[in-house]
């Protein structure tokens, strides 16, 4: 999916390379995630009342910039500069806090997962997880391609393409 959304001539690696990078960095990113998130839900919930919590959780969502940012420039075959790769970071890291967010209400104030799926409810969530984490990483690489084709095509990010023919 994300050679499909950056549409350009990969680099050539070796195949252990190209076999090996992605499975390492998909564990540590997943763990790194998981930690990062963790830290966020534990300031949420016994540190929210003080200035030094907004503090930590402000170095958590910055943790998340980090991590997407360093995932937007290891992952891709095409080389992404460092303020594309940041922009990119940046929006999936608001994706997830608000995902995130969102999901620690559902599932504390709405959910019954717990109570349809009994012991594998972890199992549901997690994969739920897995699924939404996957779906923001291909958005903020969407967003890194749109910024690299606009710049190809001569056009600022916030201006919209001239009209023209359009040739077939």
Request: glycine share 8%; charged share 10%.
């Amino acid at each position: 999916a994300m050679s499909a959304i950056f549409r350009r001539s990969a680099r050539p690696q070796p195949f252990w390379k190209a076999l090996l990078i992605p499975f390492v960095y998909v564990l540590f990113f997943v763990l790194l995630i998981a930690a990062l998130t963790v830290l966020g839900l534990l300031i949420d919930t016994y540190v929210r009342s003080d200035l030094t919590g907004y503090g930590f959780y402000f170095l958590a969502v910055m943790g998340h910039v980090a991590l997407f940012t360093a995932y937007y420039l290891t992952m891709p075959t095409t080389p992404v500069g460092f303020k594309r790769a940041l922009i990119g970071g940046t929006v999936a890291a608001i994706l997830w806090e608000g995902v995130r967010t969102s999901l620690t209400w559902y599932f504390a104030q709405v959910s019954v997962v717990g109570v349809v799926y009994g012991s594998l409810a972890t199992a549901i969530v997690v994969l739920l997880g897995m699924e939404i984490i996957a779906i923001i990483l291909l958005l903020g690489a969407q967003v890194i391609a749109e910024l690299i084709d606009s710049e190809t095509h001569g056009i600022a990010w916030h201006e919209e393409a001239p009209e023209g023919p359009q040739s077939a």
